[in-house]
């Protein structure tokens, strides 16, 4: 009995998938199947939470992999590939936001943040009298004496 | 009745912190001994309350009492013991409770064990601590008071989500709370400062534990989360960006740069207002995290317990704190003497690019985590930000900052000498550039990012190392001298030799598995042999079990190398009936060279079974490196204990 309701158990609710890629799905020449995955991982999964199609076991990111696969088979290039998912899905499908105006702050404002802080710091630096005041050196007696200390 | 007192003891700690800020503020208003004595001593009680009340959900889950709501949504009567404890703080309110009850710990910490702080200042930083927990318990009894009643309770409950049925994730809450809530301290330490216009290197001192704490806890927990997504969501990823992910993430960086900058200002009475700043930012950004979690603003993995509602009345206390935090420092932040005592080559000028760094990178990740929010208010578009822009934008500071740890270490404070550093450091850049050749040379293709990895690891490990020697004089002096020298040290050299060491593990798991990871997906029949990289796995069965709260189909797998075996490996997919939902369990085999990972797939029909198999080299050193780095910084945290150096530091201020 005990053995009965396990395997009910298991019929009824093991049909839900738990991995992404499944074998039937995967192309046979090794190249465009890497450039497949590649361009999978950059692909959001639209019905999941934050998930890639590459990841994701939903029905829907399926069969964004296997259009993926039959687009490449098809001699399509990556771009293609990526323009016509956002034609059809929007811009929402990229993880990657595209590069244009709408987007500048988003990739620029790291580099740009650099540059100010660095300049800032640098007057900073040219402002402060530090430099000026005398390296207060240690003295060669007094020198030789520390020496002497460390070397007992 | 045990429900009832815990209710009726939240409420009283409600109550108790309106008194404590009576209490502290007339006390420093009028300057009254005695008020802002009994001031402090009210935090003890506050703690008292609080516990008493987390103690008694604790029961009410242990027992399941599914007369409280609570309880029914998060619990079950089979589930095991450690995870009706942890379901106490797997889900919202409860983990909201969990927040005020470290909150509360760490006031009565504050008020009872650091009593070289003057009372006076004391009661200042108790006043807005209790002013936060004030907020939060208020937030907890009006939005989501975990003793809600149900009029007909059931006879059982709905079993917590069992993704988090997990030890890895019964810890990591806590530990990322303790982290979020050591922050509050410097938070109000800062604003106390702010007030009180004495921010110097006695203020640093007695902030700097607390950071340090924050910082540990914040290190473990999110390695903790990252290893338990490695093992537990399928497919070993260990990171993804995720905005709860990266609501972690960003107050490490921001604590970590703090961390340096309260250095600069305890050794040398620098950065003062930059380090004020930096703990007002920390807090803030810890508190947006918890705003990220609760209020499903953001689509995330992690939207287990999401409430617009009660999100909004976080995003209140958010800018209440925030804003009031960053009001008082444009306010009084004048007051604050700066300066700018060292020269271009120096310890100080390393440390402040450090901070840079590390502070810009989290803006870099606060951007993107929240460009999808802004670009949605402003043009109406949906976008996403996902892993793809992170690594292009986050890596280069990590490259940069790995780059400058050996030099920042090399150079002595407030003048250094750049050619004796640079003499120093030949050695290990030496060895790392010739190890990084050696590993080009030895993959297959040209892709760089391994390399380059492995060589900043080694830049870091080997440029730390050698500080460690040149500082106690190995070669230019006896041996015996030198190792008089080391174990003469003060512990926070070691400690953060120790956190440095760390961060080089820790680059190079994260080079090695993403240049080096092999994976194979396939369809295996039962009794099938096949090869991946240089292991051979062999599928013996796959048979169905039962646990104590699911059931299961184990596959039996075992592995060869070179014909001798290598593991036996049980990869199972399980089913929750009562949560109505699957989960993967991966085989792993782990190793410090590499891990065996293996996911078992959809039956396939006539006995085969489609299976992923993953070799994943170096991977553990990601979670090593963030181990060693927690311990490098207890360790640096245990040099400040002796009661000698407090008196010491009570005659400075």
């Known amino acids: 009995m ?28 090794p190249q465009l199947e890497q450039r497949a995955r590649d361009i999978s991982q950059n692909i959001r999964c639209m019905v999941c939470q934050n998930e890639n199609i590459d990841d994701s076991a939903a029905e829907l990111a399926r069969d964004f992999r296997i259009l993926i696969r039959e687009m490449l088979a098809e001699g399509n290039t990556d771009q293609q590939i990526y323009d016509y998912i956002e034609d059809r899905y929007g811009e929402f499908a990229l993880l990657k936001p595209r590069f244009d105006p709408k987007n500048w702050i988003l990739y620029f404002s790291g580099p740009i943040l650099i540059i100010l802080c660095l300049i800032l710091i640098y007057r900073r630096y040219r402002n402060s009298k530090f430099e000026e ?16 200390l460390i070397s007992k | 009745m045990i429900t009832e007192i815990g209710h009726l003891s939240l409420i009283l700690a409600l109550l108790v912190s309106v008194l404590q800020i009576g209490v502290l503020g007339v006390g420093y208003a009028k300057n009254i001994f005695n008020w802002l004595y009994a001031g402090t001593l009210i935090a003890a009680v506050q703690f008292g309350f609080i516990g008493i009340s987390f103690l008694s959900i604790t029961w009410a889950f242990v027992n399941s009492d599914f007369s409280l709501a609570l309880v029914t949504n998060n619990s079950h009567t089979l589930k095991p013991l450690l995870y009706k404890i942890s379901g106490v703080w797997g889900n919202h309110e409860g983990s909201m409770l969990l927040w005020v009850l470290v909150l509360s710990f760490f006031g009565f910490l504050l008020a009872v064990l650091q009593r070289q702080i003057p009372l006076r200042f004391k009661a200042l930083v108790l006043f807005f601590q209790s002013a936060i927990t004030l907020a939060f318990l208020s937030f907890i009894l009006f939005t989501s008071n975990p003793f809600a009643r149900l009029e007909f309770p059931p006879f059982n409950g709905y079993d917590l989500n069992p993704l988090l049925q997990d030890p890895g994730l019964a810890f990591h809450p806590p530990l990322l709370y303790l982290g979020y809530v050591g922050l509050s301290i410097s938070f109000s330490f800062a604003l106390a400062g702010l007030v009180n216009g004495n921010i110097n290197s006695a203020w640093a001192s007695w902030v ?43 107050p490490w960086l921001i604590t970590t740069a703090l961390l340096h900058s309260t250095l600069v200002l305890e050794k040398r009475d620098q950065l003062t207002k930059w380090t004020v700043l930096l703990s007002i930012l920390a807090f803030s950004l810890s508190l947006i995290g918890t705003f990220l979690v609760r209020s499903g603003i953001i689509t995330s993995v992690h939207s287990f317990a999401s409430d617009p509602t009660r999100g909004i009345y976080i995003l209140v206390i958010m800018i209440l704190f925030t804003g009031g935090g960053l009001a008082l420092y444009l306010l009084l932040g004048k007051k604050i003497r700066g300066g700018w005592a060292f020269s271009f080559w120096s310890r100080e000028s390393a440390l402040i690019s450090n901070n840079l760094l590390l502070v810009i990178s989290a803006m870099v990740v606060f951007i993107g985590t929240f460009w999808p929010l802004i670009i949605e208010t402003i043009h109406g578009d949906k976008i996403s930000v996902g892993p793809p822009y992170f690594n292009l934008t986050f890596t280069p500071f990590m490259i940069a900052l790995s780059l400058l740890l050996p030099f920042g270490v090399s150079l002595t404070w407030k003048r250094g000498n750049i050619s004796r550093a640079l003499k120093s450091l030949i050695a290990p850049a030496v060895l790392a550039l010739v190890l990084a050749i050696l590993i080009l040379s030895l993959q297959t293709g040209m892709r760089m990012l391994g390399p380059v990895g492995l060589m900043l690891a080694a830049w870091i490990i080997l440029g730390t190392l050698w500080e460690l020697t040149v500082k106690v004089g190995i070669g230019k002096h006896s041996l015996g001298k030198s190792l008089r020298w080391l174990k003469l040290l003060p512990r926070m050299e070691y400690g953060k030799s120790m956190a440095h060491l760390g961060f080089g593990f820790t680059i190079i798991g994260i080079a090695s598995i993403t240049s080096w990871e092999i994976e194979d997906i396939r369809v295996v029949q039962i009794g099938d042999t096949y090869q991946v990289g240089s292991y051979e796995f062999q599928l013996l069965e796959v048979k169905e079990i039962r646990g104590p709260n699911y059931f299961a189909q ?5 592995v060869f190398q070179d014909n001798s075996l290598e593991a036996r490996m049980f990869p199972e997919k399980r089913v929750y009936p009562v949560a109505n939902s699957t989960t993967t369990e991966a085989a792993i085999d782990m190793g410090l060279l590499r891990d065996l990972y293996i996911v078992l797939g959809d039956f396939q029909g006539e006995n085969a079974w489609a299976v992923r198999t993953y070799i994943k080299p170096m991977v553990n050193w990601i979670w090593i490196g963030a181990f060693v780095m927690a311990l490098g910084g207890c360790i640096s945290l245990s040099g400040r204990f002796p009661a000698l150096r407090s008196r010491e530091l009570r005659k400075a201020s």
């Open chain 2, 208 to 250: 700097r534990p607390w950071t340090l704490l924050s910082w540990v806890f914040l290190t473990l927990g999110i390695a903790l989360g990252s290893w338990w997504a490695y093992y537990e969501l399928g497919w070993g990823g260990w990171w993804f960006w995720d905005p709860v992910e990266n609501a972690s993430f960003m």
């Open chain 2, 554 to 558: 184990m596959g039996e797998f075992e």
């Open chain 1, 133 to 148: 005041l005398p390296a207060n050196d240690l003295t060669p007696e007094e020198k030789q004496k520390i020496e002497e």
């Open chain 1, 2 to 29: 005990k053995r009965f309701i396990t395997l009910f158990v298991l019929l009824v609710f093991l049909p839900l998938s738990v991995l992404g890629v499944e074998p039937n799905e995967i192309l046979d020449d």
